[in-house]
T-cell receptor, first 114, second 113 residues
């Protein structure tokens, strides 16, 4: 069975500081990993994905994520947080096995304080 | 929110009534999905469709129904059998290749009065 954990319900960080939002996963087969961001009463916006290749993936709005196969993690990072980054962040995984669907984590609320 | 539209944005329903949520995409995507979002629970899959005239149940299909008569459209009906329908409903689509991400619509917030 596939699963995604986001161990922190809430992450607070000061503007200008680096931020990390954690994600760990469990799949059978090779993982495809995704990060999405959601602003209030809006749909999810795609940030970045890992499919294969370089473990460090760069995405939209200065975000990046590092795939760590041994730790089954895919943490989202940004070197310098902005107040406008405050939102709900979802990690999702899908196995490369045929017929598997996406599984989403419960979400982490990021608050960037001015 | 790309080329996916959901309507209406807000919907109110009386208990015992069926209601249909619209989802349309102009991205020429094969696959379409319906999710339900409740606070603190992430997204849960209701139904999905990989191709026209075919769809499969997700994790929480009870009390819901869908159709996929056209590639562009994937409406969701919330029936009176759904015990707790008040939630935020999200539609998504994606191209067929397995590594592609989903594109989400803006969502419909359903409230049962």
């Amino acid at each position: 069975a596939q699963s995604v954990a986001q161990p922190e319900d809430q992450v607070n960080v000061a503007e200008g500081n680096p931020l990390t939002v954690k994600c760990t996963y469990s799949v059978s087969g090779n993982p495809y990993l995704f990060w999405y961001v959601q602003y209030p009463n809006r749909g999810l916006q795609f940030l970045l994905k890992y499919i294969t290749g370089d473990n460090l993936v760069k995405g939209s709005y200065g975000f990046e994520a590092e795939f760590n196969k041994s730790q089954t993690s895919f943490h989202l990072k940004k070197p310098s947080a902005l107040v406008s980054d405050s939102a709900l962040y979802f990690c999702a995984v899908r196995s490369d096995n045929y017929g598997q669907n996406f599984v989403f984590g419960p979400g982490t609320r990021l608050s960037v304080l001015p | 929110d790309g080329g996916i539209t959901q309507s209406p944005k807000y919907l109110f329903r009386k208990e015992g009534q069926n209601v249909t949520l619209s989802c349309e995409q102009n991205l020429n995507h094969d696959a379409m999905y319906w999710y339900r979002q409740d606070p603190g629970q992430g997204l849960r899959l209701i139904y999905y469709s990989q191709i026209v005239n075919d769809f499969q149940k997700g994790d929480i299909a009870e009390g819901y129904s869908v159709s996929r008569e056209k590639k562009e459209s994937f409406p969701l009906t919330v029936t009176s059998a759904q015990k707790n329908p008040t939630a935020f409903y999200l539609c998504a689509s994606r191209p067929r290749q397995t590594y592609n991400e989903q594109f989400f619509g803006p969502g419909t917030r359903l409230t049962v009065l």
